[in-house]
């Protein structure tokens, strides 16, 4: 019974004590942009990507993806339009231009507390 007793209470100190820590965004972002090998690696498990170029449409996967250099904030606000959505363990960024038929977008979700590329999509057309 006593063995018992302290199985249990060391399994509820454990269970109670450890907590995944939660990456901030910020953060992430600078970082996603700024490393190669970090971003492939923050490729969610389930990502989808299309590029759309012209007539052609390629879908992008881990294996054909082309490092991001420049994100949301590093966009040039004369030329483009940008939008972010934060919702709660998703964001959603957007650089586009109107009618031309340049527009980039991508989603990102937060998994056990680390965040993830699951969507992206390139325009130009």
Known sequence: MKKIFCFLTLSLIFSCSYQVPEENWDEFYQTFHSDSLFQ????????VGKGFYGEKVEKITK?????LRSGI??????????????????????????????????????????WFLIEHSDNFN
Not at 76 to 102: A, M, P, Q
């Open 40 to 47: 492939v690696s923050r490729l969610g498990e389930n990502f």
């Open 73 to 114: 904030y590093d966009v040039d606000s004369t030329k483009y339009k940008t939008e972010i959505i934060f919702e709660k363990n998703k964001v959603k960024t957007r650089v586009y231009v109107d009618n031309s038929g340049i527009d980039i977008q991508s989603t990102f979700k937060k998994y056990n507390g680390k």
């Open 63 to 67: 294996d054909n993806w082309s490092f």
